[in-house]
């Protein structure tokens, strides 16, 4: 079963893992890509979760373009008491006692609220990030899953929109290969008659040698045997469980090689319609499997 690429999940937990109320909430948003490529979006707090994010979209995804966005969202009414970082105030109080004794009266003394302000001075109480992370994690293995079927589903629909086109082009295949004699009875008459506007009598042998030379120019039995071989390979993969998104890109291109020559081969108006249909099937099919994992 093929999955799409395109999909959207978010995920949203409540809890106090670490002392405080807060709010996680995973947004993965994928899009077709010939590889995988992974944007983490991570608040600083929780920036050390980015290698198993990597880790766990890697086993779970073949191909996209994945936009991975966490955020964390705290109570503000229930912010923690700040701490002094006594050893960065002692450092700066040394650093002020120093400059007061070389510039004498000159210098003013620092008042308090000006060391409050310095970097590092207050901090936030460090308590245990383990269990925020564990529930990170727990959380984004709960959006990869649902991901994951969303992009399930969506495939679904996207190899019963091939399977019908597929089968459209099939049909397109059978009606070219059974209107072949009829085809080549017609580029006879034309030629007959031609011939039939020539004061002079056309010598049957190169009448024939003609028609020979015509039917082989016109002759597309290897591009429907191809075609026919292409389309069967398509009806199988999509009922394969791997990732066959490149593989059916290829076809793709092979599909419409053929369907080209065919076009460029048309010996009469209806071979040529046909060629045409064909190759509007092909290109809409084309466009789905751009999206296919």
């Known amino acids: 079963m093929i999955h799409s690429m395109t999909a959207f999940e978010r995920r949203e ?6 002392g ?30 980015e290698p198993a994010l990597r880790e766990r979209l890697a086993q779970a995804l073949g191909r996209g373009k994945v936009e991975a966005t966490l ?3 705290r109570d503000a009414g229930e912010a923690p008491a700040l701490e002094v970082d006594w050893a960065r105030v002692d450092e700066l109080g040394r650093l002020c006692a120093a400059v007061q004794e070389r510039l ?36 984004l293995d709960e959006a990869v899953s649902g991901l994951r079927e969303t992009r399930r589903r969506e495939g679904e629909h996207l190899a019963e929109h091939l399977r019908q086109r597929a089968q459209a082009a099939r049909a397109q295949v059978d009606g070219l290969a059974g209107r072949r004699g009829e085809a080549n009875r017609r580029v006879r008459e ?15 042998g190169r009448l024939e040698q003609e028609l020979a030379y015509i039917a082989q120019r016109l002759d597309i039995d290897e591009e429907l045997e191809r075609l026919t071989a292409h389309l069967d390979e398509v009806q199988r993969l999509l009922g394969v469980a791997e990732p066959v998104g490149r593989r059916l890109d290829f076809l793709m ?19 040529s319609n046909a060629a045409v249909e064909l190759k509007v ?13």
């Open 253 to 271: 291109q092979e599909l419409n090689r053929e369907a080209n020559t065919i076009a460029s081969k048309a010996g009469d108006p209806p071979t």
């Open 20 to 49: 405080r109320p807060a709010r996680l909430a995973w947004e993965l948003r994928s899009v077709n890509h010939r590889y995988l490529e992974i944007q983490p979006r991570l608040p600083d707090e929780l920036r050390p979760l």
């Open 281 to 293: 099937l092909i290109e809409q099919m084309r466009e789905q499997v751009q999206n296919v994992e």
């Open 190 to 204: 034309r030629l007959e008659a031609r011939l039939a506007e020539l004061p002079e009598p056309a010598d049957p």
């Open 71 to 73: 955020r964390l969202d």
């Open 104 to 139: 004498g009266e000159q210098a003013a003394p620092a008042p308090v609220t000006e060391l409050l302000r310095q970097p590092g001075v207050l901090r936030e109480p460090q308590g245990d990030a383990g269990p925020l992370h564990e529930a990170a994690l727990a959380l």
């Open 13 to 18: 937990a409540h809890g106090a893992w670490d």
